[in-house]
């Protein structure tokens, strides 16, 4: 079992920065990729970057050259620096985790999300 913590959401004015960070802790895992997906009121989960092991990453066209998706292989921590966020961008944000659960199997993983907002 992988437990995924989420932090960094908060309210921020149109132009501004966030930083989100998510920890995964547990017994005998590995993570494979990692990723941000958001969901906003009367939508659909939508994702919002990924990244694997090697650090290779993948962005909805709505955030490419706002969002930078990154990771701490060594803390199984994933991060999403936010900037120029836009009012559109407001949304609950939930860290994804896929991981390797020792002699079990791969599980896909579910932080609690964290609420980001942005207005003036």
């Known amino acids: 079992q992988v437990q995924l913590v989420e932090s960094g959401g908060g309210l921020v004015q149109p132009g501004g920065s966030l930083r989100l960070s998510c920890a995964a802790s547990?017994?005998?895992?590995?993570?494979?990729?990692m990723g941000w997906y958001r969901q906003a009121p009367g939508k659909q989960r939508e994702l919002v970057a990924s990244?694997?092991?090697?650090?290779?990453?993948n962005y909805a066209d709505s955030v490419k050259g706002r969002f930078t998706i990154s990771r701490d292989n060594a803390k199984n921590t994933v991060y999403l620096q936010m900037n120029s966020l836009k009012p559109e961008d407001t949304a609950v944000y939930y860290c994804?985790?896929?991981?390797?659960?020792?002699?079990?199997?791969?599980?896909?993983?579910w932080g609690q999300g964290t609420q980001v907002t942005v207005s003036s």
């Open positions: 990244i694997t092991t090697g650090r290779n990453t």
């Open positions: 994804h985790a896929n991981a390797y659960i020792w002699a079990d199997g791969t599980y896909d993983y």
């Open positions: 547990g017994r005998r895992f590995s993570i494979n990729a």
